[in-house]
C-alpha cells in the first residue's frame, strides 16, 4: 500500500471561515490577474455607486463587482460584450468567487453603437422624441443657465459669445462633469435639476467634441429622463455638427456647438438694439422736422 501523509488540516475539522479563506486565499495568490472577455447580463448600479453584474458567454457565467472609485467612461449595458480586467476574489459571505473589476471597457465601437441604437428606439418607442412635446425657446431671456465643465475652452467660449452678443443677459453656471460613465451621467441630471430650480428661463447642457466614449454619458436613460422632466426648455450643445447623442434628440432644441447654443440665447444683440433704437431716432427726427416745416 502506499504510504501518503495527510496535512494538519486534513485531521482536523476546520470552520466554514478557515475554508473559505484558504480557498479565497489559493485563488487570489494562485490565478492573479486576468484579463476575461464576455456579455453583460444583470447589470445593476447600486444606489453607492459599486457595479454589480454577471459576466457570461455561451457555456459559463462569473459573478463580478467594480467599486464606485473605479474609473469607468462608459454606461455598461446588459447584452453589450465587454473585456474586463480584474483579480479573483471570493466573496466569503455566499462562499462564491467573482471578478474585482479593476477597468472595463468595450470590445469594440460596434457594441457602443448598437446600444446607443437599442436606447434610442427605446425611447423612441415611449415618446421622448415626439415633436409635440418640443417647446420653443422664450422670448425674451433675461436668464440663462449652463452645465458644462468648469475648465476647457467650451464654458469660455459661450461666456465670451455671451458678452459680445448681449451683456446684460445673467448666466447661472453649474459645474459639470461632461466625461465618464454612470457619474457624469448623474451629475449632469442633476445639473438640470437644480437650474431648473434657479429660476432661468432656458437651460444650455454641453460639451466640445470628442470620441463616442468621450460623449457617451449623454447616452443615458438618466440624462434623457432629467431632459425631459425638466420644466425649463433646454438646449443640448454636445461635441460639434457632426457629434449626435440621445441628449440632442431629447431636448427641445440641439445646437451643433456649445458657440452655436451661446448664439441661440443671444438672438437679438446689443448692435442690435443701438441700430434699432438709432432708426427709431432718425424717424423721430425726420418726423419733428416734417411737422415744423
Known amino acids: 500500500m502506499e504510504c501518503r501523509s495527510l496535512s494538519p488540516m486534513a485531521e482536523q475539522a476546520i470552520s466554514v471561515s478557515l475554508l473559505t479563506g484558504e480557498i479565497k ?16 447580463s444583470n447589470y445593476k448600479l447600486h444606489s453607492s455607486g459599486h457595479r454589480y453584474f454577471t459576466l457570461k458567454d455561451a457555456e459559463a457565467a462569473i459573478s463580478g463587482v ?6 469607468l467612461n462608459f454606461v455598461p449595458q446588459d ?14 459571505a455566499q462562499g462564491k468567487y467573482q471578478i474585482d473589476c479593476m477597468a472595463m471597457r468595450p470590445e469594440g465601437i460596434g457594441d457602443l ?8 428606439q427605446r425611447l423612441g418607442a415611449q415618446g421622448y422624441f415626439d415633436p409635440g412635446r418640443k417647446r420653443p425657446l422664450p422670448r425674451p431671456i433675461r436668464r440663462v443657465g449652463i452645465a458644462t465643465s ?10 465670451t459669445t455671451i458678452e459680445r452678443r448681449f451683456p446684460s443677459l445673467e448666466v447661472v453656471f453649474r459645474p459639470t462633469i461632461v466625461q465618464g460613465g454612470e457619474q457624469a451621467s448623474r451629475d449632469i ?42 420644466s425649463t426648455p433646454v438646449i443640448s450643445a454636445v461635441g460639434h455638427e457632426t457629434d449626435v447623442t440621445i441628449s440632442d434628440w431629447v431636448a427641445d432644441v440641439r445646437a451643433a456647438t456649445p458657440t ?31 411737422n415744423i416745416s
Not at 453603437?113 to 434610442?120: N, S
Not at 447654443?261 to 433704437?277: G, I, K, S
Open 25 to 40: 486565499r489559493l485563488l487570489e495568490n494562485g490565478i492573479g490577474e486576468v484579463l476575461v472577455v464576455g456579455e453583460i
Open 66 to 71: 467594480m467599486w464606485r472609485t473605479r474609473p
Open 79 to 92: 447584452g453589450m460584450r465587454v473585456v474586463v480586467r480584474g483579480r479573483l476574489t471570493v466573496y466569503n
Open 113 to 120: 453603437h448598437r446600444a446607443f441604437e437599442e436606447l434610442k
Open 150 to 159: 468648469p475648465t476647457g475652452a467650451v464654458i469660455r467660449d459661450m461666456l
Open 189 to 230: 441630471a442633476a445639473a438640470i435639476e437644480q437650474l431648473n430650480r434657479c429660476d432661468v428661463d432656458v437651460i444650455i447642457v454641453g460639451r466640445g467634441g470628442g470620441s463616442l466614449e468621450d460623449l457617451w454619458c449623454f447616452n443615458s436613460q438618466v440624462v434623457a429622463d432629467a431632459i425631459r422632466s425638466s
Open 260 to 290: 452655436a447654443a451661446a448664439e441661440m440665447v443671444t438672438p437679438v444683440t446689443r448692435q442690435d438694439l443701438l441700430m434699432a433704437l438709432d432708426a427709431l431716432t432718425r424717424e423721430m427726427t425726420d418726423d419733428v422736422r416734417r
